[in-house]
């Protein structure tokens, strides 16, 4: 089932998952409050069958996709955009817990001058060596005080409008990691790509 409103939708949240039931339950439970009118979110469940209306019970506001078949991060955040309604599409990761006021903080950073905006990663496990360590690794150039332009951006907090996310064919299917570099990279080698660091989700 997906969300239907009076207003027509303006944005759509992308979350892919894969097994991320430790996670993927707060990320859920903090975007509830964020999807309203003019607001869709789709969850793409993959390598999975037959869950979606018991999924879609737990959160009605909650559009599901399921594929048999395990996806690859940028199959899945793709099919999600396929079938998302939204002129803006917000992608956020099964485990990057977003701030309550994270979409409303994405969408003003995303000025007409803009064609896509990340928001800043904060680390959600600053007791873990081993999850700071990955957080220093794979985040940052997202850490929150940034002040230089960005190079590129990850997809765990991103927002990119529709019209550019097709012109660029959206993420390559065929890397198995890096297809957000590759995507934000051109956007932010045309000075299009901006930074939003009040927008925060932490990645647990």
Same mark, same amino acid.
Request: glycine content about 10%; proline content about 6%.
């Given at each position: 089932m997906f969300v239907t409103d009076a207003a027509p939708i303006r944005t759509t949240v992308i979350i892919p998952a894969y097994r991320a039931w430790s996670t993927l339950p707060a990320v859920l439970r903090a975007l509830a409050p964020q999807i309203g009118p003019g607001r869709e979110a789709l969850l793409v469940e993959s390598g999975t069958a037959g869950q979606s209306t018991q999924l879609e019970h737990r959160w009605p506001w909650l559009g599901v996709l399921e594929t048999p078949r395990r996806l690859s991060a940028g199959q899945a955040r793709n099919l #999600? &955009? $396929?079938? !998302?309604?939204?002129?803006?599409? !917000?992608?956020?990761? &099964?485990? &990057? =817990?977003? @701030? $309550?006021?994270?979409?409303?903080?994405?969408?003003? $950073?995303?000025?007409?001058?803009?064609? $896509? =905006? =990340? /928001? !800043?990663?904060?680390? /959600?496990?600053?007791? @873990?060596?081993?999850?700071? &360590?990955?957080?220093?690794?794979?985040? @940052?150039?997202?850490?929150? #005080?940034?002040v230089r332009p960005l190079r590129h951006g990850p997809s765990a907090s991103l927002l990119v409008r529709r019209e550019c996310f097709e012109a660029l064919a /959206?993420?390559?299917e065929q890397l198995p990691a890096g297809e957000d570099t590759v995507l934000t990279f051109p956007i932010a080698s045309r000075q299009r790509l901006g930074f939003a660091p009040h927008a925060t989700v932490e990645h647990t």
């Open positions: #999600g &955009a $396929a079938r !998302a309604h939204g002129e803006l599409l !917000a992608f956020l990761d &099964a485990d &990057a =817990v977003p @701030s $309550a006021d994270w979409l409303d903080r994405m969408q003003e $950073a995303l000025t007409p001058h803009l064609d $896509a =905006v =990340v /928001g !800043a990663i904060l680390n /959600g496990t600053p007791h @873990s060596r081993i999850g700071t &360590a990955e957080y220093v690794l794979t985040c @940052s150039e997202t850490f929150p #005080g940034r /959206g993420f390559n």
